[in-house]
Structures are given as C-alpha cells and as structure tokens.
C-alpha cells in the first residue's frame, strides 16, 4: 500500500498474522496421554501493516496526488506545479520530472495542477489543471504525442 502525506510517500506492506497456541507436552504426559507431537491451536488472525521505505518529495508544495501505474514497479506523484515518477525498487536513484510548470521569478502562475492519475491498462497518464484543461500524456517510446 502507498500512502502520502504532505513531502513524504510511504510503502506499507500488510501481512497476515496468526497467533497460535500449542499444546504443552508436560499436560499430556500429566494426562495419560503418551507422548506426540503437540497440536496447535489458531488464537487470532489479524492483518499487520510493515513499513518497507519512504520517499521523500524534495519540493516546497504539497503533494495532492498519488497514482500507482497498472506495471506495479512505479508509482507517481502530483503538487501544484510538477509531476514526478517514482520507481519502488530503486530508492537512491533520482526522480523523473514528467511534467514540471516553469514560471518565472516573482511570477504568479495562474494555472496550477490539481489532479494527475495513470491509466488503468496502458503506461499513459493524465493530469487536470485550475483552468479545465486535462491533458493525456503517453510514456511509451514509441508514441507520436
């Protein structure tokens, strides 16, 4: 599971847990029973979230969006002026800007991005902006846009 707060994206791993009771081999042998091998019995089954590792968005803005692609090896995030692409295996190596909003010093952009999301079945990506606009983008190699 990826969840995000304001700079920093975290990979929880959830595991099944079962507590089980086993058997003691002195109240068998108390019992009359023989000796064998000790029976377990389940107590409880509950699941166990483990962080794996963190990313951290080295930005000033928040991060408004968190999007995982369909390949499972990459997920992407989204704040105001940039989107970056994350790899969930390679944790030193550096982000890939997608798309990134250029504004100059001093300058007040008045379009920012409000939503970025990848697509279910194929590598493309859109993103939505202030102004209505939603753009489609393709990361394949070979694509034409």
Same mark, same amino acid.
């Given at each position: 599971?990826?969840? &995000?707060?304001?700079?920093?994206? *975290?990979?929880?791993?959830?595991?099944? *847990?079962?507590?089980?009771?086993?058997?003691?081999?002195?109240?068998?042998?108390?019992?009359?029973?023989?000796?064998?091998?000790?029976?377990?019995? =389940?107590?409880?089954?509950?699941?166990?979230?483990? +962080?794996?590792?963190?990313? *951290?968005?080295?930005?000033?803005? +928040? =991060? +408004?969006?968190?999007?995982?692609?369909?390949?499972?090896?990459?997920?992407?995030?989204?704040?105001?002026?940039?989107?970056?692409?994350?790899?969930?295996?390679?944790?030193?190596?550096?982000?890939?800007?997608?798309?990134?909003?250029?504004?100059?010093?001093?300058?007040?952009?008045?379009?920012?991005?409000?939503?970025?999301?990848?697509?279910?079945?194929?590598?493309?990506? =859109?993103?939505?902006?202030?102004?209505?606009?939603?753009?489609? &983008?393709?990361?394949?190699?070979?694509?034409?846009?």
């Amino acid at each position: 599971m990826l969840a &995000c707060n304001q700079r920093e994206v *975290k990979l929880i791993r959830y595991v099944n *847990k079962k507590v089980k009771k086993y058997e003691s081999v002195k109240r068998r042998l108390n019992k009359g029973m023989g000796l064998e091998i000790p029976r377990s019995k =389940l107590v409880s089954e509950a699941r166990e979230g483990k +962080h794996v590792s963190s990313f *951290k968005a080295g930005n000033e803005q +928040h =991060l +408004h969006s968190l999007s995982l692609s369909p390949d499972m090896e990459n997920f992407m995030t989204g704040d105001e002026h940039r989107i970056s692409l994350w790899n969930l295996e390679r944790q030193g190596n550096p982000v890939y800007n997608l798309y990134e909003k250029i504004t100059k010093r001093g300058q007040v952009s008045d379009e920012i991005i409000t939503k970025a999301k990848f697509s279910t079945a194929s590598p493309m990506f =859109l993103y939505t902006t202030s102004k209505g606009a939603i753009r489609i &983008c393709d990361l394949r190699e070979s694509s034409s846009f």
